[in-house]
Each structure stands twice: as structure tokens, then as C-alpha cells.
């Protein structure tokens, strides 16, 4: 059984970076798709990025040329790279799977981990 857990949420300054991890267990190798999503407290959830099989991205508009992903397949963790951070952006970041088949239906979460970036 696929679990998440996220980590690396802080607090920073606006134009600051952080990196988020996902750390995947239960799978032998990283499941087909795999989202991260923001919540901010008044707000629905927001998909900010998506990983689809080897390497297709696609992030929201919000954060285009700002987030990026990246992995380190040995060790089962997924990166969300966040730079030129805005307050916009604080908000509740978690990781999603998709843990069966090749679509992108996430049933998987982890328990998020909290993002404020102060002006």
C-alpha cells in the first residue's frame, strides 16, 4: 500500500525558496502519476503541479516558471522546488498518487505540510 508523507514546509520570506519532499513508501518504484496541491484557509484545493509517467510535467499558471519537480527515483522521493515565493502562495502543500493503473485519479494523500511566505 502506497503512503506520503511531506515535509520541508516552512516559513520564508516573499522571493524566497523552499523545497518540498514527498517521501513515497510501499511502492517498488514511483507510482505512474503523482500531483502536488495547495489548500489556503478560506480556499478550495488548488493543483499546482502533476508528474506523469517518466518525466512529463505540467504545473499551474500561478507557478509556472517559479516551481519545478524533481526526484531522486533510488531513494523514492519527489521534489517540489519552490522559488521567487509570493505571500499568494501559503497556503497547505501536499502530495498525491494515483496508486493504481495509468490514469491520474489520486487516492492517495499525505498529511501536508504548511507553506508561509510573509511580505
Known amino acids: 500500500q502506497v503512503t506520503l508523507m511531506e515535509s520541508g514546509g516552512g516559513s520564508v520570506q516573499d522571493g524566497g525558496f523552499l523545497r518540498l519532499t514527498c517521501t513515497i513508501s510501499?511502492?517498488?518504484?514511483?507510482?505512474?502519476?503523482m500531483g502536488w496541491f495547495r489548500q489556503a484557509p478560506g480556499k478550495g484545493r488548488e493543483e499546482v503541479a502533476r508528474?506523469?509517467?517518466?518525466?512529463?510535467?505540467t504545473f499551474g499558471d500561478d507557478v509556472k516558471g517559479r516551481f519545478t519537480m524533481t526526484e531522486n527515483s533510488v531513494e523514492h522521493l519527489l521534489y517540489l522546488n519552490m522559488d521567487i515565493l509570493k505571500p499568494d502562495d501559503t497556503a497547505m502543500y501536499f502530495c498525491?498518487?494515483?496508486?493504481?493503473?495509468?490514469?491520474?485519479?489520486?487516492?492517495?494523500w499525505g498529511q501536508g505540510t504548511q507553506v508561509t511566505v510573509s511580505s
Open positions: 508528474l506523469i509517467g517518466d518525466n512529463y510535467q
Open positions: 510501499g511502492a517498488s518504484k514511483r507510482p505512474f502519476c
Open positions: 498525491a498518487a494515483s496508486s493504481y493503473g495509468t490514469g491520474c485519479e489520486f487516492d492517495v
